[in-house]
């Protein structure tokens, strides 16, 4: 691991940490902020992808762009206006990607083991997993505050691996530095 690399771990794994501490401390705020802000994602990209199937040059399917574009922007116009309903829908979307990002985290900490700190990953992973299950297990009575706590956890954890296997990683060596 370059040192390059490995400050961007480092920088990553705090930013992860932080983040997640502050979902924790609030997460029915972020679980809200978090709706508004993928509908507002959603609302603007729907306008900028219909603005640039109608008058883009070398759009192959202005049609087709066009209709996804409407589907995007009605997307986030039903988010930031049922952000209950929205809420509950993230939520169980939430809970299938914590699930799917756990066993891929299992079978990545598996396939690098030469590297230390690899079981970091791995208990990443199966934390993760076991978050997934949870939330969906919870889902839909605690989908309001469920998703920002799991997700600050979840983020936490991350944070935690990324910083141990920077930190597990020998130094560069004088040779690679010049």
């Given at each position: 691991m370059n040192r390059s690399s490995r400050g961007w771990l480092?920088?990553?794994?705090?930013?992860?940490?932080?983040v997640g501490l502050l979902a924790l401390g609030s997460?029915?705020?972020?679980?809200l902020?978090?709706?508004?802000?993928?509908?507002?994602f959603a609302l603007v990209s729907g306008v900028i992808s219909l603005v640039v199937a109608i008058f883009g040059k070398g759009v192959v399917s202005r049609g087709l762009s066009a209709f996804f574009a409407v589907i995007r922007i009605a997307a986030g116009v039903i988010?930031?206006?049922c952000i209950p309903s929205g809420l509950?829908?993230?939520?169980?979307?939430?809970?299938?990607?914590?699930?799917?990002?756990g066993i891929f985290s299992i079978f990545g900490a598996f396939r690098i083991r030469q590297h230390r700190g690899w079981i970091f990953m791995l208990i990443n992973g199966i934390i993760t997993l076991a978050?997934?299950?949870?939330?969906?297990v919870h889902w839909p009575t605690g989908a309001a505050?469920?998703?920002?706590?799991?997700l600050g956890l979840s983020l936490?954890?991350?944070?935690?691996?990324q910083l141990m296997i920077a930190l597990s990683a020998p130094p560069p060596s004088a040779s690679a530095i010049a």
């Open positions: 480092i920088a990553s794994g705090i930013l992860s940490i932080f997460p029915l705020l972020f679980s902020m978090l709706v508004q802000f993928l509908g507002i988010l930031l206006y509950n829908l993230i939520t169980l979307i939430f809970a299938a990607y914590l699930m799917v990002e978050f997934g299950v949870m939330v969906y505050w469920i998703l920002g706590f799991f936490l954890f991350h944070g935690l691996w």
